[in-house]
T-cell receptor, first 115, second 113 residues
């Protein structure tokens, strides 16, 4: 399996622009997660889906952030309008969430810089 | 107080040293304890997991859980420069039937030759 695939790997955008991050989870996984990682806050869970349905979006920082999962093989995280404080690495991850193992597979991240 | 506390480091050690990485937590419902390793500019990858208390060994790595103290550790024996990475602890409980892990901030480890 190719693993979790994210695009773009790097994005530099101007403040106020819309940013769309994309993710293809591992085939067959029923959970999909979006995380944000910064030096100050570490790894933060933004939102997660189970069988394409958003379950918990309490980590989404503001209404400027939205996420969708239209089917089992694709998800997007959108920031509109973007702000410099949104600069971070955004990880998509997928998993079977069963008690044993609990392995969450991460993509390589989308490095976002908002100037 | 965050649910999971982890010193961000960096921790710098010479090659061959024994490394001890630690996390404390406040939620006594946590049952599964994991360590993820994250190389620079990569996503985290699961290194080890343990259930409840006790030790688990995998090669040079040993994971230890002390639920009475709410304290977990990862020991690395004979550390190598290739072990240089950020190590994140994570823990989960069956809250609501799911096991969504809570991550620590990660400890940056540098092993110098």
């Amino acid at each position: 399996d190719a693993g979790v695939i994210q695009s773009p790997r790097h994005e530099v955008t101007e403040m106020g622009q819309e940013v769309t991050l994309r993710c293809k989870p591992i085939s067959g996984h029923d959970y999909l997660f979006w995380y944000r990682q910064t030096m100050m806050r570490g790894l933060e869970l933004l939102i997660y889906f189970n069988n394409n349905v958003p379950i918990d979006d309490s980590g989404m920082p503001e209404d400027r952030f939205s996420a969708k999962m239209p089917n089992a093989s694709f998800s997007t995280l959108k920031i509109q309008p973007s702000e410099p404080r949104d600069s971070a690495v955004y990880f998509c991850a997928s998993s079977f969430l069963v008690p044993s193992g609990n392995t969450i597979y991460f993509g390589e991240g989308s490095w976002l810089t908002v100037v | 107080q965050k649910e999971v506390e982890q010193d961000p480091g960096p921790l710098s050690v010479p090659e061959g040293a024994i490394v001890s990485l630690n996390c404390t937590y406040s939620n006594s419902a946590f049952q599964y304890f994991m360590w993820y390793r994250q190389y620079s500019r990569k996503g985290p990858e699961l290194l080890m997991y343990t259930y409840s208390s006790g030790n688990k060994e995998d090669g040079r790595f040993t994971a230890q859980v002390d639920k009475s103290s709410k304290y977990i550790s990862l020991f690395i024996r004979d550390s190598q420069p290739s072990d240089s990475a950020t190590y994140l602890c994570a823990m989960s409980s069956p809250s609501g039937g799911s096991y969504i892990p809570t991550f620590g901030r990660g400890t940056s480890l540098i092993v110098h030759p």
